[in-house]
């Protein structure tokens, strides 16, 4: 086999050929290590504590929110096992490198039984001056910036057209509220509809249901928000079409008005009643017996 030789600042150095070989499965293997890669995603409601060991016994050094990604640096052979609201999570302790934009960086060990590849559901976040609102798997219109605002009593938010606040999962945190009970209610308004284009009287009249109270899920600090059935998108107060068509001349263009020439009761089209908002009341109570009251509003698009 023939050496080749080289020098380098005077000095001759034998290159022997398997060295550029090896030289580039070494390039090949440190590219794998980094595409191959894990990163995975927190879907525990409440965040993931980091600790400095991997044990429950380990200090805490930060947390992970409901979302956060992470490179899994190592994995353990620690076994843990979590039962979470009737249900047994299993899974190992984990070390990790968080991903957001946090500095410096957080790390340390997290259990890997709510780590997952997928991104969790969208989840959106009320901030108030004493806590904070999420609520899953709802797309919000958001022109108003209400999303980046601070609230004090009152938060208003439109959703996006088919999306509704019903059925939906919400949490209240970084609160120290020892009581929290929530309640429920609708709203119903009339809307003239013309093929397409729809003129909402969301500031007249309308239908406003009683409060219902919200049950805090079993073994979590979430409540489920109640779905409504189609009849109860449809429920109205009597209405005076004389009172109507002057709301609607008084709101609309004139030519709506022509739409309700020789429409004599509200049931008849282009006259439509449908949900225009959905109500969240929060009544918390502090440690001192003080009672604080909320109201979160989401806006229902009514026409298509």
């Known amino acids: 086999m023939i050496m080749k030789l080289k020098t380098y600042n005077g000095v001759l ?7 550029k070989q090896i030289g ?3 390039i090949f293997c440190l590219a794998f290590q980094v595409s191959a890669q894990e990163i995975l995603y927190v879907h525990a409601d409440n965040g993931l504590i980091i600790r400095k060991e991997p044990t429950r016994k380990g200090d805490k050094t930060g947390k992970l929110d409901y979302g956060a990604s992470v490179r899994i640096v ?4 620690f076994p843990l096992s979590i039962l979470d609201d009737g249900e047994t999570i299993n899974g190992v302790w984990v070390e990790i490198e968080d991903l957001g934009q946090s500095y410096p960086k957080k790390k340390g060990y997290v259990f890997d039984g709510y780590l997952k590849e997928d991104a969790p559901p969208q989840r959106i976040q009320l901030v108030f001056n004493d806590f904070v609102f999420q609520m899953d798997e709802i797309v919000v219109w958001d022109t108003k ?3 980046a605002k601070v609230h004090k009593d009152r938060a208003q938010v439109s959703v996006e057209l088919g999306e509704s606040p019903e059925g939906k999962k919400f949490y209240l945190k970084n609160h120290d509220y020892e009581k929290i009970e929530v309640y429920q209610r609708f709203e ?3 809307t003239i509809m013309n093929e397409g284009p729809h003129c909402d009287l969301t500031e007249w009249k309308h239908y406003d249901s009683p409060w219902q109270k919200l049950k805090l899920q079993e073994g979590s600090n979430s409540f489920m928000t109640t779905t409504y059935a189609p009849e109860d998108w449809q429920k109205f107060i009597p209405v005076d079409m004389a009172e109507l ?3 609607v001349k008084n709101n609309c263009q004139e030519h709506w008005l022509d739409l309700l020439m020789n429409v004599k009761d509200v049931n008849d089209y282009p006259i439509d009643v449908s949900m225009s908002r959905i109500f969240l009341k929060l009544i918390l109570t502090d440690k001192n017996k003080v009672t604080n ?10 026409g298509c």
């Open 24 to 26: 580039l499965v070494l």
């Open 293 to 302: 009251e909320k109201l979160i509003v989401f806006n229902i698009p009514m």
């Open 145 to 147: 910036e209400e999303l």
């Open 74 to 77: 190592q994995r353990t052979n």
């Open 13 to 19: 150095f034998k290159k022997h050929p398997m060295v």
């Open 245 to 247: 068509k002057l709301a």
């Open 188 to 190: 119903n308004s009339i």
